[in-house]
Structure formats: C-alpha cells, structure tokens
C-alpha cells in the first residue's frame, strides 16, 4: 500500500508541474549586496539585482516577466542561458575530428549538426536545441548556490554523451561566480558560454540603450570575420586606430558610426576579442548614469562582444515592458568563450576536442561595484 501511494504520488507530483525547468531558484548574498535568480531550462539567470551608486537595487540582466517564453521566444535572443555544446557559429555546420580547414562531408571522421543560422549555411549556438533549450536539472542547492546538470546524450548530433554542470554562487560584495565543468565519453568538441545581456542602467534614467555604457577590454587583437556569415577567416587584425580598440575605458557611442558593418546599415559589434590575459580583470563595463561598475574575471581566451543590433523582445515589467520592448542595442552581451569556430580554423592553435581523458572547465566572476 506503501508503495503504491508513493507511486501514486509521484506521479501526481510529475502531472502538476509540467513547468518544472522554469522553477526559479533565488540565491542571495548574507550581506544583501546582490540577488541571483535562475531556472534549470538552459541554466538561465533570469534576474540579477545589483546596488547602484543611491544603494538602489537594480536588475541589470534582460529576461522574460514569464521564463516560460524562453522555451517558445522566435527571436531567441538566448538570454542569459549556458550556450553549447559548441557556442558561436560553425561554418557549415560541419567539423572533423581531429580537425581540418575544409573537412570533406563524405569523411566517416566528419560530423553534421543542423545549421539554424546564416540562411542554413552556419550552426549557431548548438544547433537548433542547444543546451540553452534544454531541461537541465537541479544536481545541488544553498542559500547561494545552485548547481544545475544536463547530460547530453550527443544532443543535435555532436559524438558521444557530454554531462556538464554549471554552478553558480553569489557572495558578499556583490559577486556572482559561473563555474561550468563538461565530461565527454567520446572525443568531441566542446566550447560554452554564459549569454548575458547587460544593461547596467536598468532602463531607468531615460535610457534605451548601452551606447553611453563604458567598456575596458584587455585585447590587443579581434578576429577577422566574413562579411557573408560572420566566420573567422582565421586573421587576427590589431585593434589600434580602429573601432574594436577598448584597451582605454571609452563609451560604446564613442566610435558607433565608424563601427564595423555587420549587416546592411547595422552599426555595433558582433566580434570575437581575444584577451591578452596582461591584467586580471580583463572585462569591465560601466554606466555613470546607475553608477554601475560590472568587473569581469574570466579563464577564457576570448570574449564575444555583441551589441544586440537583432534584438526584439517584449521588455520585463521592471524594465518598462512589457508594452516597451528591447530593441537593437538595448544591452550588450558579453561571452567569455574560446576562439569561434577554432574547430575549423586550425591557424588558430586552439584545441577545443575534449574527451575521457580530458575535462572541460569554464569559470567567469562577476563583481559589482560602484563608481
Ligand atoms: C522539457 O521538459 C518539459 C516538461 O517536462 C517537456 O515538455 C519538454 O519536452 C522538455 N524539453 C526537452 C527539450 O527535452
Ligand atoms: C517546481 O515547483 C513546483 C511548484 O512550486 C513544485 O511542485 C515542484 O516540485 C518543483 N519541481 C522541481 C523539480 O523542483
Ligand atoms: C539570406 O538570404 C537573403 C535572401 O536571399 C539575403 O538577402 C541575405 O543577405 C542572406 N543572409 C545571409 C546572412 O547570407
Ligand atoms: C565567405 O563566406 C562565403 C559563404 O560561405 C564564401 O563563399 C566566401 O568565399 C567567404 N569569403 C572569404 C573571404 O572567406
Ligand atoms: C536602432 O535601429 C533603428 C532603425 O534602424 C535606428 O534608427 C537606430 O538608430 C538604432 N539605434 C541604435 C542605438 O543603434
């Protein structure tokens, strides 16, 4: 009878919380500094309330008012999930292991994942399910902390089973840490991001978008992508007395007109920088407007910086919305990651092939200040 009700139950249990990947986990710092919010689908952070220069909180990271919508966004802007297997793009969806320049797509060493990017020439973000539209788990939870799990079953068609687990911890001063760590049964490629779209003024103030927003990054060098479908040509160009040069602190607006055109009348950035790793907060962006300083630690070799010139979506109600929407540089995201597409750009000396005798491991630090 015993087992009966409890299987009776769990069933139950199971039929009312069909929503169960958007049950949010709130993780808070003993010292009330900054408040996390996330939900298992995709490993999202949904909310992020940091103190601005008043002792205000403000939620600095864009979202949906209903989580659920990042199941069914059409725009899928990705906001602020775990991208992978393989974040960024891969040239025709294709790579080869050990890998290639132009891998032959007949090779029985040739891989194919669905293209969803570029009018089907590009993979983008891990196929058409990446990670950031999967159901991950909740494998461990604190006051601060949460751990979520997805096991990867070769997921859009990538060689064998990935477990990955991203842990995510706020502490006192205004910190949140991303830890993510992968483990492949098979030889395959692997390179994750953290999505996040930042606006650090939090739609207050009168403003619409991040063009006044300052920027510091340490890289001396962006890699050169096709105009046709964003993928590197494997050249590096130098950043100096060109719009990519962040190395001194300047605004986005700064050099906006002169930025690279990454469409037809577009204007902002949607480029790998590769960092020099010569400091040890490589990232910072700040706004005088909230006062919000954001310091970026990260173990990665580049970061991708895109200033959302694709987006559309429906504002939170705390960002005005959601008759208001977020638009073309609303916010910028910047991604910690590897170099994109090294998997078929084999001049840039990159190894991103994990396998059983070798993990994955992605770690960024987020602190808040203020100015
Ligand atoms: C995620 O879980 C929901 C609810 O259980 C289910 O309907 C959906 O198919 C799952 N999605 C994926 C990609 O597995
Ligand atoms: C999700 O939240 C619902 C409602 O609070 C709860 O019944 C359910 O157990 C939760 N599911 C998980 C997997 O945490
Ligand atoms: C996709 O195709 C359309 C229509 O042919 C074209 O205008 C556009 O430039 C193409 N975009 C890319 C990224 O190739
Ligand atoms: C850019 O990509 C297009 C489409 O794949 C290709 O036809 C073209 O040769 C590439 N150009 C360069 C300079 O690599
Ligand atoms: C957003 O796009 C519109 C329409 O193309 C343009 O007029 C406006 O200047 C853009 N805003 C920014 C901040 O780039």
Not at 238 to 244: E, G, H, I, R
Not at 331 to 343: K, L, P, R, S
């Amino acid at each position: 009878m015993r087992v009966q009700a409890l299987t009776f139950f769990a069933i139950f249990a199971t039929a009312l919380s069909a929503d169960w990947p958007f049950n949010v986990t709130e993780l808070q710092a003993p010292d009330g500094s900054i408040t996390a919010k996330f939900v298992p689908f995709g490993s999202t952070l949904t909310e992020l309330w940091v103190k601005d220069k008043d002792g205000k909180a403000r939620d600095v990271v864009l979202g949906y008012d209903d989580n659920t919508q990042l199941r069914d966004d059409p725009g899928h802007p990705v906001f602020n999930a775990v991208a992978g297997r393989y974040a960024g793009r891969i040239n025709g969806g294709l790579f080869s292991i050990p890998i290639s320049k132009a891998p032959d797509p007949t090779a029985a060493n040739t891989w194919h994942i669905p293209t969803n990017d570029a009018n089907g020439t590009v993979t983008l973000h891990g196929g058409i399910i990446g990670w950031d539209r999967r159901n991950w788990t909740v494998a461990a939870q604190t006051p601060t902390s949460v751990t979520f799990e997805h096991i990867d079953p070769a997921d859009e068609g990538f060689p064998g089973i990935v477990t990955v687990q991203a842990h995510h911890e706020v502490t006192n001063g205004g910190v949140l840490r991303s830890t993510i760590r992968a483990k492949a049964t098979q030889l395959t490629p692997i390179m994750i991001t953290q999505h996040i779209y930042w606006n650090l003024d939090a739609f207050q103030d009168g403003t619409d978008n991040i063009l006044e927003h300052k920027l510091k990054l340490d890289s001396s060098t962006v890699l050169a992508l096709n105009e046709t479908n964003s993928i590197p040509t494997g050249k590096l160009i130098d950043v100096t007395n060109t719009p990519y040069d962040f190395r001194t602190e300047r605004t986005f607006g700064s050099k906006w007109n002169d930025t690279p055109k990454i469409c037809p009348g577009c204007y902002g950035y949607n480029s790998g920088f590769v960092l020099d790793k010569k400091i040890d907060t490589p990232i910072t962006l700040s706004s005088k407007k909230s006062g919000i300083k954001l310091s970026i630690q990260t173990d990665q070799a580049a970061a991708v910086v895109y200033t959302a010139w694709w987006l559309n979506a429906p504002r939170k109600a705390v960002h005005g919305g959601p008759s208001k929407s977020y638009l073309n540089s609303s916010a910028v995201a910047i991604e910690q990651q590897g170099y994109i597409d090294a998997i078929n750009t084999p001049e840039f000396h990159q190894n991103q092939i994990y396998g059983p005798s070798k993990d994955y491991e992605w770690q960024s630090v987020y602190k808040f200040s203020t100015l």
